[in-house]
Structures are given as structure tokens and as C-alpha cells.
């Protein structure tokens, strides 16, 4: 089980926060996961290392906290998924 939320769109000119994606509907995945866990931060990169989103994800370290890259992958071709760990941004 896991959920997503998108915290900022970094490719909006208006830099569109979660306020503007509830409306919308930003949540992606299970909701009970927003529950269950306590949210992961992540930001997501194109090819070119232009930061496009950070996101929240909540779930388990599994192959599922991919599903945010996937998710922009189609949509906006994003490649890489960086973790914060300590001070730093590491690529997952």
C-alpha cells in the first residue's frame, strides 16, 4: 500500500502548490497509506537534472516509491528520483 501527494510543481510558472492540486484531486495511490505512514520526501528530476516535482510519498521502501517518477515519467519525462537523507539529496 502506498499514496503520493504532489507538495510543489516546479514546471508551473505559477509554482502550483498542494492548495491548487486539492482541488484537483493530488492524491495518488491508497489513501489509508496517508494514515499508516508518515510521508517520505522526494523531489523528481528530468535527464537534464531540471527539478520538476517534490512530492510526499507515504508507503513502504519498496519498488512502489518509484510510482512518483512513474507517474511524471509519462507526463512530463522525468528520470530521476533523489531521497533526502540527512542533509543531503541522494538519487534513489
Known sequence: MFAFRIDRDHLSEKGITPADYDRKGNIYGEVQALIEYDPVKLKLYDDDGELYYTVSYYGDDTEEIFAPQDWA????????????????????
Open 73 to 92: 515519467g509519462y507526463d512530463a519525462g522525468v528520470t530521476t528520483t533523489k531521497i533526502k537523507e540527512g542533509n543531503k539529496w541522494v538519487i534513489l
